[in-house]
């Protein structure tokens, strides 16, 4: 027979006066934490007591119940009610609930108040978001919620941001599928359908981070802190109707604008009133771009204009501000922080002189009529406006003697409008995804070339005993292999220029530091010819054979370029072959490195224009086997962009960027040397449309 299963029996409860109540000594919460005492008792005071006190009678030394009891469990409770007498907003004799534990139990209190405070379970995130969602939906504003909880509004915020997530993707958080980083960095796109999608591609991946579902997400918006958003102006965007989405969880540089079709056609009209602008100035043309390639002014002469002078008023206001400017540093010189007042002032110096300093300059009317200028936009998203270039075709031309007449007039050309140019570079065609590893893109080849011609460039310049040994050796070449009728001396440089290039080309180590050796010298040399022979004639040695090598420097050619087959124009395959085996040469001999000089696997300079197997090529030869198994699943675009990461630092080359390894004399001098494996795959490269054939072949 089954024995009777015994009932337990809860404690009775009732309401005792308040100042019938003590705090037990046995309570174990002796830390403060969680929620202060003042805002509980505020608590109290707007919703009453949500829950009773547990408490027991007190006993005297014979254990009869005196009257008081004591409060082992919610003390925290106890406390704010202690307050609210204090404070006179409640009765001592207020009475409290409270449920009365049996002061002879076996139980210790200690183990009460213990429990009391263990088995307590937070709140889910996601049920707080749907309790303030529920008020806000009843008719309590966002402030009215943050007061009420004792939180700052953006709290409140942030929580009811979540409802722009998808409802699929709340479920698997609540399932713990996910995690709150993970869930929030989906609050930066609106769109379900695009969450859900992102998530079932990382759902199984190891990368899953919150800052890859935030850059998933916002892939084809444009961030507040690109220099276009910065040159337009955010509010003014959102005037004409663009929408920016924000981050409410972490910094997010101003959101992200979601109409870059409108962000762009609002440069292109705010630049092409600056050019309408300075066309009255009476220029012949001017070229508008969002940005101009590196080497765009080849081939133009700059104009030397003339620096506006400063008038005495302006002369007076510029020595008043740098006397202010020097007051102040001197009089906060010892302190470690400035003011924010007077660091802005400080700023506000800074710039007004430096505008002093960047004068306008002035042009004589006659050359303005045959110049022109460039509108585009710097790094910061400031205008940048180049006035002063005259193209060849441009340049005056001297009239023999005797053909012009008295009556007859120059004809005056007709005065080219601004044409503004925003995005013409080409777009690659998706690959079509085959197993095989296909040839490389002749124009992505190229501009791979065009970045190790740069460097070539920078390193033979820092060379000068190298350079000397090259221009040498295309001197004998030029006598004792080469016969070449010309004049007294024709051993020049012809300064080459590339026909294909990448966007970050002109940003690079290499091209930077080709400009500023070119600067540093452009200031020196004098533009009369006998001058200029007698100022060579000083120079010592030393000098000389740095400028020389910075002017053999200019003719170095690395490129590679489709072979012609037919004579007289472009290079033969002999000549290519030559040309890429003295490149290699060339880098041994002043130790050039494409990984030092400055050149990543990115995905818009390789990654993203060539085929998956060739990216998984890249990944196992740069990161390893196992990094190359981890994205094999991966559609193309998420596979180049996890690529780039992984190769990151690396130091892996493609193999146009590569040195070919020596074969005895044969590499040295070029002769009959095998074209690498990338220039003689078999198969036509997809990826080079017509344009880009034609662009690249001089003559066919």
Known sequence: MASAIQKITLSSAR??????????????????AGVSIEEMAESIARRGLIQSLHVRPVLDADGAEIGMFEVPAGGRRYRALELLVKQKRLAKTATVPCVIGDANSDILVDEVSLVENMERAPLHPLDQFRAFQAMRDKGMTEEAIAAAFFVNVTVV????????????????????????EQLMAFTVSPDHARQEQVWDAIKDSWQKEPY??????????????????????????????????????????????????????????????????????????????????????????????????LTNEERATREALREEYDRIEAEY?????????????????????????????????????????????????????????????DEPQAEPDG???????????AVQRAVITIGGKPVEPEDDEEDGIKPLPERLVIELTAHRTLALR?????????????????????????????????????????????????DSPSAQAVNDRHERWGDHIPADDQALWAWLTDLDDGTRMELLALCVSYGVNALFERPN????????????????????????????????????????????????????EAVREGAGERAAQLIDHMKKGDMAKEAERLLTDSGWLPEPLRLASIDGDQADTGEDTALPDFLTEDGEDEDTDEDEVQHAVAAE
Request: charged content about 25%; proline content about 4%.
């Open 212 to 309: 890859q579902i935030r850059r998933m997400l916002t892939e084809t918006v444009v961030r507040a802190s690109d220099k276009r958003a910065i040159f337009v102006g955010v509010d003014t965007y959102e005037a004409s109707g663009g929408i920016v989405l924000r981050d409410l969880f972490q910094s997010d540089d101003g959101g992200w604008l979601q109409d870059p079709v409108l962000l762009d056609r609002m440069v292109a009209e705010k630049l092409k009133a600056t050019a309408d602008q300075i066309a009255e100035e009476g220029w012949k043309w001017i070229e508008v771009a969002v940005s101009f390639p590196y080497g765009h002014d080849h081939g133009l002469r700059e104009l030397s204009g003339t620096t506006v002078d």
């Open 157 to 180: 915020k942030q929580r009811l941001r979540l409802t722009s997530v998808s409802p699929t993707l709340l479920e698997i958080y609540a399932d713990d599928g996910m995690t709150l």
């Open 15 to 32: 309401d005792i006066p308040f100042n019938k109540l003590v705090l037990s000594q046995s309570n174990v919460r002796r830390v403060k």
């Open 565 to 616: 087959p037919y004579s007289g124009s472009g290079v033969s395959q002999h000549g290519l072959d030559v040309r890429l085996a003295q490149a290699d040469r060339l880098a041994r001999a002043t130790g050039m490195n494409m990984v030092t000089a400055g050149w990543k696997p990115t995905v818009s300079n390789y990654l993203g224009r060539v085929t998956k197997p060739r990216i998984l």
């Open 458 to 506: 920078n390193a033979l310049a820092e060379h000068p005993h190298v350079a000397m040994t090259m221009l040498l050796h295309k001197l004998l070449s030029d006598i004792f292999i080469h016969t070449n009728p010309s004049g007294c001396l024709e051993a020049n440089v012809r300064h080459i220029f590339f026909s294909a290039q990448s966007e970050e080309l002109k």
């Open 403 to 413: 053909e012009a007449s008295d009556g007859d007039q120059p004809d005056t050309p």
């Open 333 to 393: 010189s010892e302190a470690d922080e400035l003011p924010d007042a007077i660091d802005q002032r400080l700023g506000e110096i800074e710039r007004t002189l430096e505008a002093f300093e960047n004068r306008s300059v002035s042009y004589d009317q006659a050359d303005i009529a045959i110049a022109g200028a460039f509108v585009s936009l710097d790094a910061d998203g400031s205008l940048s406006i180049d006035r002063g270039y005259v193209r060849a075709e």
